[in-house]
């Protein structure tokens, strides 16, 4: 399988070195191969859409087409990334033609190469994705096995549904099948499809620190 690949504002980020390495660990260790982004990446911070609206369907049209013009289908690392991309692309497909039209000029005036075309073919898929992740596991089996591990999805890469279409947005089980697949056993924690308060961190930090610190000690009681 090939890909286009999203890194995103984060996979660089040294606090995020850790999800750089794993999507690397799985490109050499499966059958999936990924190119990133040729001409850079823009920002698709899940707060702009409030502030311009316009402009952050502009941002994400303008990231589809990129991927269109490669033939691929785009790989992301993070889940925001996944929901604004798939957001922009089910209204951009969706609603009437003139709000594309709107995007396409904006594209142009900036210069773009690229318009965004009728229901790009590209797709949009999450790399903690099942589709993606089942890849070539087996070689992981016998080091996983009789680890417990609490499977956190985060709130972004299942709702909403129509938009994500993601498997089952209230009781989803991928995460808990590649958990298995890889020789360890998944365990139910309360916490486990709570909010983490992401888009509040700008404006209640200590509220934000305290929701995903009660999922951690939800996760670690199980």
């Not at 369907?57 to 990231?63: E, F, G, P, Q």
């Not at 016998?142 to 985060?154: L, P, Q």
């Not at 365990?187 to 509040?200: I, L, Q, S, T, Y």
Request: net charge positive; proline share 4%; aromatic share 8%.
């Amino acid at each position: 399988m090939k890909y286009a690949l999203f890194p995103g504002c984060v996979l660089d980020w040294r606090s995020s070195r850790g999800i750089y390495l794993a999507q690397e660990g799985l490109r050499k260790s499966s059958a999936l191969k990924s190119r990133r982004f040729q001409t850079g990446r823009a920002a698709v911070h899940p707060t702009g859409r409030g502030v311009n609206d316009l402009a952050m369907l502009a941002i994400n049209a303008r990231n589809i087409s990129i991927a269109e013009n490669m033939g691929l289908p785009i790989l992301t690392v993070c889940n925001t990334c996944t929901l604004r991309a798939a957001q922009a692309k089910y209204r951009l497909d969706h609603e009437p033609r003139r709000l594309k039209d709107k995007v396409n000029a904006i594209l142009k005036e900036a210069g773009h190469p690229y318009a965004y075309q009728e229901r790009a073919t590209s797709r949009i898929s999450s790399g903690y994705s099942m589709s993606i992740l089942r890849c070539s596991t087996e070689r992981s089996r016998t080091h996983w096995k009789g680890t417990k591990v609490a499977c956190y999805y985060g709130c972004h890469i299942l709702r909403p549904k129509p938009q994500m279409n993601y498997e089952e947005g209230d009781y989803p089980e991928s995460f808990e099948r590649l958990v298995r697949r890889l020789g360890a056993e998944p365990v139910w924690f309360d916490a486990g499809r709570k909010c983490c308060g992401f888009h509040a961190q700008f404006t209640a930090e200590h509220d934000v620190l305290t929701v995903t610190g009660q999922i951690a000690a939800s996760a670690a009681t199980h």
